[in-house]
Structures are given as C-alpha cells and as structure tokens.
C-alpha cells in the first residue's frame, strides 16, 4: 500500500541535509537486503543540491558505493561533458567523489552517438532491459529522486505534452520542452511508479502552487507531480516557502535530523 507523506524543513540546505541522510541511511538498509541498489537520480538545482549534501556528509564513506548504480529521470540531450547535462551536474556534486566503477553510472547517449534522439530513447531503454531481472523491461529502482518544477513537471514530463500520457515506453524523446534545452530524454511515469520508493525534493515559494495541486490529487497530465505514486513510499521533503499552500494537517515538521541517525557500515 503506498503512502504519501510531506516532511518540512525549515530552509533548503537543511532540507538538503536531511534528504541526504536519509538517502545514506536508507541506502544502508537496501544494500542489507540486497547485492546492488539501483538509484534513480534527478537534474535540477534541488537535485545537485542534494548530492552536494550526500557528499559532504559524514557517513558517505560507510557505504560500499561498488554496490550502487546511478540512473537518471531524464537528461538534457547535449554534448557528454556539457554543464548544462544532468550526468556533469551530478558527477560534480557527488559521483566523481565516489569510489564507483564506471559502470555503476548509467548515462543516457549524447547527440551524435545514435542516428536520432528517439534512437537514443531506445538505447537508454535496452540499457536498462540489460540490467533488468530476466523477463523484466528495467531493474527495481530502490529509490528515485525527482524535483518538481513550478508548472509540476518531473523529469521531463511536461504538462499537456505527449510523454506524460504514454503509458507503452520506457524512455521517450521531449523535443520541445519549455524548460530550457528543448531537447531531451526522459523516463516515462510509469516506470518512475514502479520504484519501490520515489522522493521528491521541493524549495522556493515558486513550488508552493505546483506541491498544493499536486496534493490536491490534479490531474496528472496536467501537473505530472500528481501522477507520481511509488510502490511503498512517496515522500515530498520540501522547505517552509514550498509548503505555504499546504494544509497543515498534511504536514509533518521535522528539524534536520540529528548525528543519532548514524549511517550503519556496508563497505
Ligand atoms: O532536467 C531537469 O531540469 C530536471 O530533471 C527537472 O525535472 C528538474 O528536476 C525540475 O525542473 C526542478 O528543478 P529545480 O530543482 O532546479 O527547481
């Protein structure tokens, strides 16, 4: 049965913080369970936040990261290596810190290196297929983070566009995004669905709208937040200014969360 829950801070770098101890803490639980964890990772300012935040905390190195693959939500489809892609954004907030084979990260193509951006929608889809349980189109995603913009797009799922509807693929092209660049590659909702947990991170009054549609069950095609449902747990970890248009009961206020959560050792 999944539930949502929506946990407040009181600024964005304590939102980040916390976010990344419990991403380290929760990590520790998955990698008790099983061989390799799968993490879904997200661009946006909130995202790299986040991982700036996991790589500075002080239980990073407790985590056997040779166990951990990195995918992302979506990709800006620029050139490997621009500043603008989500994998440079996240490789310099944390991954290039890591002690991590190369192969743990899984980036989507970059123009050039298939014929068509749809041809790099269907190389990223038999990436995933490879490394998916036999009979499987992608593997368990343990957790997804995503941001949330503030028209509710996540990922590139876009409001009134053509991917957020699709409900047959599992990476699509975006080729007119009004997020800047026009061009990119994207997870489609339903296999962000399929993670067992999905959080999303929110900051600024500028998501106040977005997060209240959102928990006013929208419709998702018109404010993709709404249609995100992981399979155990979704939890939205916004600050104080993105959660003005939550009813109070729907909150929870947590303060970041002190050292007492320790990250448990798995290297
Ligand atoms: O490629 C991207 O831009 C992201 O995947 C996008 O979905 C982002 O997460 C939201 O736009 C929120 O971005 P902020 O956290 O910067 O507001």
Redesign the pocket.
Known sequence: MSERRVRVYDDKQSLADAVAARFLKRLAEVLAEKPMAHIVL??????ETVLASVAAAKGRDKVDWSRVTFW?????YLPSGDPER?ETQSRRALLDELDLPGANIKAYPAPGEHPTIEAAADAYAAELAAAAPAGEAYPVFDLTF?????DG????LFPDHEAVRDREHVVLAETASP?PPPE?LTLTLPVINSSERVWL????PD?AGALGLTLADANPADVPAAGVKGRMRTVFFVDAEAAAEVPENLLTRERFWTAAHEVPQTR
């Open positions: 997200t661009g946006g300012t909130m995202g992302w939500g979506d990709e800006r989500n995503l941001g949330v913009g503030p797009h996540v990922a590139s997020k990119r991170v929110l900051a600024g998501k």
